[in-house]
């Protein structure tokens, strides 16, 4: 798997028109949230000359050197912009919707920074009216699941800044549409942005580093839709292997790569034909706004970017020992993907100026177990 492009096969002739998009979700599916680097606030004079970004499913890490060509020291807000996001448990945990796991050093040393957070409502800011309640906009006044005790079987919500207010003014937030009339839920939308002030001296360079967990996206593969991509023998696809096809195109899988993503869910598939297991095949997936680096002076002047695999992990968080990831992503300008080992991949760019953004999917396969014999 040397290299991750885009590839043309004839074999893929009666999907030719369809255009390669973000995956869809499935049934059984979730969906990722795309974060990406740091931006600065009206400041376009420093120049990022060298960013090492690496990306695995647990953890991102980006490294820069900046540097002010100018003969004045400039001093800067510099913000780590969240997707906003909305208080529905389908897509996601709230901490890691607002990606409270962000931390960020500069010149080797640990930072505090700031949180801004906005409410909007179908585009109308109610951000004043929350405060005026003392109700924390980000975590939609600390809402949070509590397990059921013991005998009974429903979870139960709380929202403690919501709990202590008066009948009247919950049944105000519900006339206003920012509480739902059933429950605790906030309706709003947050935009939130971990920001802190920088200076950046006269003709210096300073290192600023910043890490934080993904927000992965999660769905399944059929094997059938894996043997149709990799040799579609349908003339007309059906709207599922339509759908299949544009998850796996977004990955752009080279010839390579699905010689062996087909090899092991062939193997799979046999397994559990023969000793009933296996498993579906899934597939994750990481995004990252690499365009956000056109908020400095461009273009990136050395760019890294290192594509880490790591071992998928039980619902523990302890890493499976029976199975594997294997890797595909669209190389920025299709450049040549380096591998380094088994489990890293690196892209190196210069004079670079971002025009998409990546998308990288860590498809998870089971190790196959010879059938029993008979």
Not at 116 to 136: C, N, P
Request: charged share 25%.
């Amino acid at each position: 798997m040397s290299r991750m492009n885009a590839i043309v096969i004839s074999t893929f002739a009666f999907f030719a028109s369809i255009s390669a998009v973000l995956p869809i979700q499935a049934d059984d599916s979730a969906a990722s949230i795309a974060a990406g680097g740091l931006v600065p606030r009206r400041e376009t004079r420093i120049v990022m000359a060298k960013e090492v970004l690496r990306i695995s499913p647990t953890k991102i890490v980006v490294d820069y050197d900046f540097r002010n060509d100018s003969d004045q020291d400039v001093t800067t807000e510099v913000a780590f912009p969240i997707p906003p996001y909305t208080n529905e448990w389908e897509e996601g945990d709230l901490a890691e919707q607002a990606f409270r796991s962000f931390k960020v050093w500069v010149d080797g040393k640990q930072i505090q920074y700031e949180a801004e957070a906005k409410g909007f409502l179908k585009g109308r800011d109610v951000t004043s009216i929350l405060d005026a309640d003392k109700i924390d906009v980000a975590t939609y006044g600390h809402f949070h699941f509590v397990p059921p005790k013991k005998g009974q079987d429903a979870w139960d919500v709380k929202a403690p800044n919501f709990n202590r207010l008066s009948k009247a003014e919950k049944q105000a937030l519900v006339n206003q549409g920012i509480l739902s009339r059933e429950d605790d839920y906030g309706q709003w939308t947050v935009h939130l942005q971990y920001h802190w002030t920088q200076t950046f001296p006269a003709h210096s360079t300073i290192h600023i580093r910043h890490e934080y967990k993904p927000a992965v996206g999660f769905s399944q593969v059929t094997f059938d839709a894996v043997d149709d991509f990799i040799a579609p023998v349908h003339p007309k696809p059906t709207q599922d292997e339509v759908e299949e096809f544009k998850l796996l195109s977004g990955f752009c899988p080279d010839q390579n790569f699905l010689n062996g993503l087909g090899r092991s869910l062939q193997a799979s598939k046999l397994q559990a034909m023969t000793v009933d297991e296996g498993m579906t095949p899934g597939v994750e997936w990481v995004d990252f706004i690499l365009t956000t680096a056109n908020t400095w002076k461009q273009p990136i002047e050395d760019l890294t970017l290192i594509v880490e695999r790591s071992q998928p992990l039980d619902g523990r968080g302890k890493p499976e020992k029976d199975e594997h990831y294997l890797v595909s992503f669209c190389s920025p300008l299709n450049a040549p993907v380096e591998k380094l080992d088994a489990d890293q991949f690196q892209v190196h760019l210069t004079n670079f100026v971002p025009t998409s953004e990546l998308h990288i999917g860590y498809f998870e396969l089971p190790e196959t177990a010879p059938a029993p014999k008979k």
